[in-house]
């Protein structure tokens, strides 16, 4: 059987990630290690508390020879739009998770609103990327 364990970001300074992964969002670090053996290169991951089998990997822009300076540079224009991918967020209520997230310093894009799909909001972290904070309706979810 194939599952997925973890999905990539881009991040711009992955302490500043930490630092929002965990104290804003609360979540959980699962790993930080850097090899030495391979120029330093930092493997940073994190993961919702009590969701053990899936991780966010908090991924620096690389450089040459991995990453030539336009294709970074794409990266980082699509990373300023908001347009380099999306995380989606369930939870059982979004207005306490949306207040609690703001009472932490998560910036909205977008407040609660009601969708045909449920409650809907939208923010995004330090260096861009885009998230949905969703309360999907039971029909939705079953469906």
């Given at each position: 059987?194939?599952?997925?364990?973890c999905?990539?970001?881009w991040?711009?300074?992955?302490?500043?990630?930490?630092a929002?992964?965990?104290?804003?969002l609360?979540?959980?670090?699962?790993?930080?290690?850097?090899?030495?053996?391979?120029?330093?290169?930092r493997?940073?991951?994190?993961?919702?508390?009590?969701?053990?089998?899936?991780?966010?990997?908090?991924?620096?822009?690389p450089?040459?020879?991995v990453?030539d300076?336009?294709?970074?540079g794409?990266?980082r224009?699509?990373?300023?739009?908001?347009?380099?991918?999306?995380?989606?967020l369930?939870?059982d209520?979004v207005?306490?998770?949306?207040?609690?997230?703001?009472?932490?310093?998560?910036?909205?894009?977008?407040?609660?609103?009601?969708?045909?799909?449920?409650i809907?909001?939208g923010?995004?972290?330090?260096?861009?990327?885009?998230?949905?904070?969703?309360?999907v309706?039971?029909?939705?979810?079953?469906?």
């Amino acid at each position: 059987m194939i599952s997925i364990s973890c999905a990539q970001l881009w991040v711009h300074d992955q302490d500043e990630a930490l630092a929002f992964y965990t104290d804003k969002l609360g979540m959980e670090v699962r790993a930080d290690v850097t090899l030495p053996e391979m120029g330093d290169f930092r493997w940073l991951t994190v993961g919702p508390a009590g969701q053990d089998d899936f991780a966010i990997v908090l991924m620096a822009i690389p450089g040459e020879p991995v990453m030539d300076a336009e294709s970074a540079g794409q990266v980082r224009t699509l990373m300023a739009k908001g347009f380099a991918g999306t995380v989606f967020l369930t939870t059982d209520d979004v207005h306490a998770s949306y207040a609690e997230l703001r009472a932490r310093g998560v910036e909205f894009t977008e407040t609660p609103e009601d969708r045909p799909y449920g409650i809907d909001s939208g923010f995004r972290d330090p260096s861009g990327n885009s998230f949905r904070l969703t309360q999907v309706r039971q029909e939705v979810a079953t469906n």
